[in-house]
């Protein structure tokens, strides 16, 4: 289950887990696991140890250490919109055989 921050209403944030379901239907597997880079820092953690922002039309992860913007997801009746320009890199473990 994911934490809530403990400061005020408008800075609530929940923990990258948040994002398992949303990203999980979009890509069909479980993102939480993969390591992102962030932009801003150039530090890389879990995609679960994200802040994210959840109270606006869509999904906002800031990095834990900067709280820049690593991530934006937003879905349309037909469409999921998956920015990460606020990221260096994606990691992804790949299944071993």
């Known amino acids: 289950m994911s934490t809530i921050n403990g400061g005020g209403d ?4 929940v923990d990258g887990n948040a994002l398992a379901g949303p ?3 979009i ?3 479980d993102l939480t696991v ?5 932009a801003g820092c150039r530090t890389t ?3 679960a140890a994200m802040r994210v922002f959840d109270r606006a039309p869509g999904l906002v992860a800031r990095c834990p250490g900067c709280e820049a913007v690593v991530l934006r997801l937003v879905r349309t009746a037909d469409r999921a919109l ?6 260096l890199l994606l990691s992804l473990p790949m299944p071993t055989a």
């Open 10 to 13: 408008d800075a609530a944030w």
């Open 27 to 29: 890509m069909g597997t």
């Open 45 to 47: 953690r879990p995609l």
């Open 23 to 25: 990203l999980g239907e």
């Open 82 to 87: 998956v920015d990460l320009r606020g990221a």
């Open 34 to 38: 993969a390591e992102l880079t962030c």
